[in-house]
């Protein structure tokens, strides 16, 4: 007798009889038992809402960045090469271009618009090695940040893929833009040192500490504006007239000595400013004259500015993870 209890359904055989021409059943068409396993991936039914269920697991983000470390240097190598797809010199204007701005930087400012004698002109040198890691260091910042901000509709077709974890994307960008700094850092070591403007010191042990505590800032709001972009396509235009008005707010050409001078409490206020203390940091770990007796000890400025960081990476990541199942649908 046929049995119809509901025990017999779970124990049903995933194969057809040996007298089956048809042999066994393909996996479309097996039933659904108790000891199916279940399906995982990203569900955006089961997604918990809310901006503050997302800030607990940016503990685990690190992990998902290492995890797929792989992916990240596929989309890493595949952007660096096409940004010189086509060009005779190649990746070779990643040397070229550093080289060029540091001998532009130590003429102009070295000499040409030097206002010591010629017995001073140390001094000029020194400001022209100050603006040009300043510079190297906002570009890469702003250039980080503005990348991430259009990478989520860049990759739209990925973003759609049920299992994709879309949060990876700022993650190559914000890589991509500190290629331009290392080899930066790595003329003004070759240049700067020889001529005694550069002195690096026991500060340099904290360099690599400093790098992560950029890329972590960068990565941070790059999430943030990653998720912006995808609801206000203005987003990325907002950013870059506000990255103007932020430069000229950080002591990447201006001394903080004349600043303090000129105005005691405009100073004051900007050093709550977290570029203004990323800016000294590299300055000090790579034993670049910061050219104030205003100075903040490297700890110090690495404590705050690691503390900033953790905190824009926390919000740009809540804040990406609370609106990420509404991607697919806006890209």
């Known amino acids: 007798m046929r049995n119809f209890g509901g025990g017999s359904h779970s124990k049903r055989v995933a194969e057809r009889p040996r007298n089956s021409p ?20 990203y569900d955006a039914a089961r997604v918990p809402r809310g ?4 800030v607990g697991p940016v503990l685990g983000y690190p992990g998902t960045l290492w995890r797929h470390r792989g992916l990240i240097w596929n989309f890493f190598r595949r952007e660096l090469l096409a940004r010189f797809r086509g060009s005779m010199i190649g990746v070779g204007w990643v040397l070229i271009q550093p080289i060029y701005l540091f001998v532009l930087y130590y ?3 070295g000499f040409l618009f030097s206002q010591a004698p010629r017995t001073g002109a140390d001094v000029d040198a020194r400001f022209a090695v100050f603006l040009f890691t300043g510079i190297l260091v906002w570009s890469s910042f702003q250039e980080g940040a503005l990348r991430s901000c259009t990478v989520v509709v860049d990759n739209g077709n990925l973003v ?14 914000t890589l991509g833009a500190m290629v331009g700094y290392l080899v930066g850092v790595v003329v003004v070591m070759a240049i700067g040192i020889p001529i005694g403007v550069v002195q690096p010191g026991v500060g340099l042990l904290a360099w690599p500490l400093v790098l992560v505590v950029h890329v972590t800032f960068t990565l941070g709001l790059g999430l943030l504006l990653a998720n912006v972009y995808v609801f206000m396509r203005d987003a990325n235009h907002i950013f870059n007239l506000l990255a103007q ?25 900007l050093r709550w400013n977290p570029m203004a203390a990323l800016l000294e940091l590299h300055r000090q770990s790579l034993g670049v004259p910061t050219l104030s007796v205003h100075e903040t000890p490297l700890l110090h400025n690495l404590g705050i500015t690691a503390l900033w960081a953790v905190v824009l990476l926390v919000l740009g990541f809540a804040a990406f993870t609370s609106r990420r199942h509404k991607f697919a649908d806006l890209v």
Do not use: N
């Open 245 to 269: 008005a932020w430069f000229f707010a950080s002591p990447v050409f201006w001394q903080p000595d004349f600043l303090a001078e000129k105005v005691p409490g405009l100073y004051h206020i």
């Open 22 to 41: 048809r042999g066994p059943v393909p996996p479309d068409e097996r039933p659904v038992t108790d000891a199916s396993p279940p399906i995982t991936g």
């Open 160 to 173: 759609k893929k049920v299992a994709f974890p879309c949060e990876l994307l700022p993650m190559h960008t």
């Open 107 to 109: 003429l102009v400012f």
């Open 51 to 54: 901006l503050v269920r997302h």
